[in-house]
């Protein structure tokens, strides 16, 4: 039987006195991704079910906005890994799987019962996102459940121009992320997370302790797992030096812009975004 003090130790490097963890929620305190793994095969059988768990999730009004597309094809798959390039462990992926943001399947739905599909806005787009996020979720801790690993892969964004036409998705589908998906080689430590007390607020937002709390949470990090010098980010803008913490990190991550063509690729992909 897992002991909840020792998994909330390990995912947030200090006491979390009064929280009780059930048995059943245990295991999704001590997950964490997968990347790296072996040659054994995923049966369709297993894949299937976690697909159906994955569309068992909630869908905003029923909608149902995503939709999800599975390459077993080690090829495609190699492809993926080497236009992403410093990711070759994709590669040992018996699967994965691209899960996308889907407004074509309402437009289509409009079309076949003669109606104006009149919702290509925002919201719309927010909602397919958060769809296709809550399926992925899903289909992640049911993997997990039967040991399987996953890692969700942001950067098919960062290649959209070539991972569209490769996987032949039309106008009004976009991929939110790929997920690699395989029986682990080794599972990595716990990646430790921010105290409750900077992310979860009680009746009101409140961040007014951030600094503090955020100096403690670098200093724990830093005890437990430094930022390695491969670890930090836009070394060509920044100097490199050692004792960059975790918030610094962010920093020199998020004062670089990312992927910022994005919107302007959904716009050719029929999104108004208005
Ligand atoms: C939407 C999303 C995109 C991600 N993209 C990548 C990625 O492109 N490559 C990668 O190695 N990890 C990726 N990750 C995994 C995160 O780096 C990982 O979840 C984080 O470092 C925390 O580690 P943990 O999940 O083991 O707790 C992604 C995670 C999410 C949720």
Known sequence: MADGGDLLRARFGMDLPGTEVPDVIAPLLDRRVVRRYTDQLVPDSLLDALLAAAQSAPAKSDLQQYSVV?????????????????????????????????????????????????????????????????????????????????????????????????????????????????????????????PPSVVVHRERYDDSALPDDIAAYDERRRAREPVAASGLKNNDVYPSRDGVGWSENVARQLSVPERFGFGAYLKTKGFDLA
């Not at 104006?116 to 719309?124: C, E, G, L, S």
Request: net charge neutral; charged share 15%; aromatic share 8%.
């Open 70 to 194: 599975v390459m077993r094809d080690a090829a495609r798959i190699k492809q993926i890994a080497d236009w992403i390039g410093t990711m070759d462990w994709i590669a040992t992926a018996p699967v994965f799987l691209v899960w996308c943001g889907d407004m074509r399947r309402g437009q289509r739905l409009c079309d076949m019962h003669d109606m104006p599909h009149a919702n290509n806005n925002m919201d719309t787009f927010l909602n397919t996102a958060v769809d296709c996020s809550l399926a992925m979720a899903q289909f992640m801790a049911a993997a997990e459940a039967v040991g399987l690993g996953t890692c969700p892969i942001s950067y098919v964004r960062s290649h959209i121009e070539r991972v569209s036409p490769l996987l032949g998705l039309p106008s009004g589908v976009y991929p939110v992320a790929g997920l690699s998906l395989g029986w682990p080689v080794f599972r990595r430590p716990v990646s430790m997370r921010l």
